[in-house]
């Protein structure tokens, strides 16, 4: 169905600004559900949203019951039919009262995503759509992309990690998802036509692709970073990781109505791109910093300022100068321009887009009061991005490079060890602390990262520290800091909470900082996201 057709958008006038609803009768979303069957209920009831959380249901919704981890998504039907559900959709037994709809489903995932898809007029069919995955990278280069972009004068959203930009106007994603459940997903990609939205680029995890979080996005452009050990506990293996990467690029065989060519993207350094390759059904280009690919870097000079290079294309070569720190960010950077030429940029867009481009949020972040010692905030929460953040300021750091970091609760246990073997031999003194535990204990986690300490001959209270309070944990750090030293704050990022078992505690990394500078006696600074170093740091 298309937007114009299938869905009566109803503008109603609130607090001074217009709100577009979407209503559909629920006998026209039925044909978009696979072997969908009404139970009992009204069909021409008119549903107004499609949510699988009973908080989020509001008079005139439809409520998904959706299978949960922890608990029985049953219990919400209640609580869903109090606020106004008209209708209840299910794939096993569930109790509504006679007035409301019934719709059973072969699987509520599916159903979910069909139904939101539909209610918003199936948005991505109006859009360009770029999906990003892989383990490392996936934000900045959704950045970097939307950068050369707007360079180049499209108008560009994109849905990410950190936050979403819809018709110039950027907020953060708040949710604790790389990519949202399927009804966000609709209703941001929803807002993203409304507001003329050319091209948008999803950040697309491997959760996402496994449990149809973007099902029913019709994806013209796939783009691969690359694949490290992570979600293990998820997938199982590496390859059950790969392949379900690899989905993204599958998705480009799904018959589509737009008229742009598709097209696949790999980074012909990582091995794992073999399984990206073979799941695509369109043409592939390639990047890479090591082996022949169509897009490469040559002449690669890292110093204090960022990075400079030779990008060299089938379209001609350029000088490319970035403020953004780390060989990885030259990878992110080829990925970014690979896709960027396919969707209309120049080389010039990409050069003056590097020149003007500020780090992400959360990513090589300096945090500046006066202090003659750098702090820097970074998201590196895989043992391959702390390698890579700790890599990347040694040659900025004069005297002792020292971190915080954790490793969150219900991931990749493996990584752990792994993790505290490249902090003992890439940095010179760290501590141990707390990231998102949730139902694991942190104390167990904590042992766990130290072991792979020990195992690299470092030892626990002459080269690093465990302290789970991870305020105490940075303090400690600021204590012992001294002029040219650095000190990375690693795995939180642009985060703004602390995950406790079920529980929420506001957190962030750089405010945090902040505090500890400030009770250390420097002041007057703020967060400072661009160059991490901007001359070299010496004591005064």
Sequence with gaps: MDIAAAVTRKVIAAAAAFVIIPVMRLLDLLPDVPGATLVQGDPTVDVRGVVHDSRRVQSGYVFVVMPGERHDARDYVPQALERGAVGIVADGPVDVPGDRALLMVPAARPALADLAAALQGHPSRHLRLVGVTGTDGKTSTTRLLAAILEQAGQRIGWLTTVDVKSGGQIRANELHHTTPEADR?????????????????????????VLDRVRGCEIDLAIFTNLSPEHLNFHGTMEEYARAKARLFSMLGEPTGKSWPRLGIVNEDDPYSNIMRAACPTPILTYGMVEPADVMARDVRLDVHGVTFTLVTPRGEALVASRLLGRFNVAN?????????????????????????????????????????LVVVDFAHTPQALDNALRTLRPHTEGRLMAVFGHAGEREPANRPTMGQAAAELSDFFVISMDDPLYEDPSEIAEQIAAGATGAGKSLGRDFLIELDRAAAIRKLVARARPGDTILLAGKGHERRMLVRDERHPWNDGEEAHRALAEAGYGGGQLEPGVVVRGRVRGK
């Design 185 to 209: 997903v609709q209703e941001v990609l929803a807002d993203m036509v409304a507001d003329h939205t050319e091209t948008a680029i999803l950040e697309v995890s491997s959760h996402a692709l």
């Design 333 to 373: 950077w080829l990925a970014a321009t690979t896709a960027a030429l396919e969707l209309g940029a120049s080389l010039d867009d990409v050069v003056q887009a590097a020149a003007q481009m500020q780090p992400v949020p959360g990513r090589m972040d300096r945090v500046d009061a006066g202090q003659p010692f």
